[in-house]
């Protein structure tokens, strides 16, 4: 079956760095995605990889690991607004999302 | 990026009564939509995907004839939930993609059947 793990909650400071993340076992790979969520409003894409390695934008990068099935979402420099849930998305051969169940992160001053 | 028109973003209805939601692609085609629906704390769950002039292909579990979905045109797909119920309450998602691998999303719609 195909699978996305994520951790459930993670908690972090203000200021800090935090690592997110992710595993997956799916039916092909057509890219992983990180999407965050602030509670009751959609999905915000955040990046996308493809190839392995890491993509930076801005405070936050994306780092893909094909031959291992992994991805971690890296954020420097957490500010309060960052409190949100983060949702970790393969795109499979049937260019279908698979979602991970998403990883709520606090963040404290 | 391209942007995803989602309307309405909330709405309330009375019980048995149908509801319609519309996803637009303002800036591009979209050959295929996504619907999704979230529950409070949990996962996004695709509900459905569509292509343009074709008929959706709905997850298992999924009704069809509860949740109809027409995707008319390349920047237009809608959702109807037909005589909504109380645990038809929801977020409603939609996503479109280009035909390219990335998908992006509408606001959402919450759906409150009371």
């Known amino acids: 079956g195909q699978n996305i793990d994520q951790p459930t909650e993670m908690t972090a400071t203000e200021g800090a760095i935090v690592q997110i993340n992710c595993t997956y076992q799916?039916?092909?790979?057509?890219?992983l995605f990180w999407y965050q969520q602030h509670a009751g409003e959609a999905p915000t894409f955040l990046s996308y990889?493809?190839l392995d390695g890491l993509e930076e934008k801005g405070r936050f990068s994306s780092f893909l690991s094909r031959s291992k099935g992994y991805s971690y979402l890296l954020l420097k420099e957490l500010q309060m607004k960052d409190s949100a849930s983060y949702l970790c998305?393969?795109?499979?051969?049937?260019?279908?999302?698979?979602w991970g169940a998403g990883t709520k992160l606090i963040i404290k001053p | 990026g391209a942007v995803v028109s989602q309307h309405p973003s909330w709405v309330i209805c009375k019980s048995g009564t149908s509801v319609k939601i519309e996803c637009r692609s303002l800036?591009?085609?979209?050959?295929?939509m996504f619907w999704y629906r979230q529950f409070p704390k949990q996962s996004l769950m695709l509900m459905a995907t569509?292509?343009?002039?074709?008929?959706?292909?709905?997850e298992q579990g999924v009704e069809k004839d509860k949740f109809l979905i027409n995707h008319a045109s390349l920047t237009l797909s809608t959702l109807t939930v037909t005589s909504a119920h109380p645990e038809d309450s929801s977020f409603y998602i939609c996503?479109?993609?280009?035909?390219?691998?990335?998908?992006?999303f509408g606001q959402g719609t919450r759906l409150t059947v009371v």
């Open positions: 996503s479109a993609s280009t035909g390219d691998t990335e998908a992006f």
């Open positions: 569509s292509n343009e002039g074709s008929k959706a292909t709905y």
């Open positions: 990889n493809v």
């Open positions: 799916t039916s092909g790979f057509n890219g």
């Open positions: 800036d591009f085609q979209a050959t295929t």
């Open positions: 998305a393969v795109m499979d051969s049937n260019y279908q999302l698979i």
